[in-house]
């Protein structure tokens, strides 16, 4: 049977899993390039510019910033559609399954965290250190 975690264990959760990517060394990714990145690993493909935009609700030309950004990183690369040369395909790399696998176990730790303190505390070392305190 599943756990269901309550609303602010999610927010204690969301909010471990971001501090740990801040942390961590290398570059970070704003809420925006996040979201385009999850969109293309989490659901299924082909991806589009255009389809991205619509599925996100952003312009076409947010979209294309956030995949110069994840472009650059080679966590998503753009191709061109050859059966229609006006579309982009955006595709997932490597390095960006490598990612998502580091942002599951990063948000298995935090679940992990959620569920040792009591089910109504969000799941982080401040609430707990004020609790301990």
Same mark, same amino acid.
């Given at each position: 049977?599943p756990v269901h975690n *309550?609303?602010?264990?999610?927010i204690?959760?969301l909010?471990d #899993?971001?501090v740990?990517?801040? $942390?961590?060394?290398g570059h970070?990714l704003? @809420? $925006?390039q996040?979201?385009v990145f999850?969109t293309v690993?989490m659901a299924?493909?082909p991806h #589009?510019v255009?389809?991205l @935009? !619509? #599925?996100?609700?952003?312009?076409?030309?947010a979209?294309t910033r956030?995949?110069?950004?994840?472009?650059?990183l080679?966590l !998503?690369?753009?191709?061109?559609d050859?059966?229609?040369?006006?579309s &982009?395909l955006v595709?997932r #790399? &490597?390095?960006?399954? *490598?990612?998502?696998?580091e942002?599951?176990?990063?948000? &298995?730790? !935090?679940?992990?965290?959620?569920?040792a303190?009591?089910?109504?505390?969000?799941a982080?070392?401040e609430? *707990? *250190?004020?609790?301990?305190g």
């Open positions: 049977m *309550a609303p602010d264990q999610l204690g959760i909010r #899993t971001v740990a990517l801040v $942390r961590r060394d970070d704003s @809420a $925006r996040l979201g999850l690993y299924e493909g #589009t255009r389809g @935009a !619509a #599925t996100l609700n952003v312009s076409k030309p979209i956030a995949l110069d950004r994840l472009g650059e080679d !998503a690369r753009r191709k061109t050859p059966q229609d040369r006006r &982009v595709q #790399t &490597v390095k960006g399954a *490598a990612f998502l696998r942002i599951r176990g990063i948000m &298995v730790e !935090a679940d992990s965290v959620a569920h303190v009591a089910p109504s505390e969000p982080n070392s609430s *707990a *250190a004020r609790r301990a």
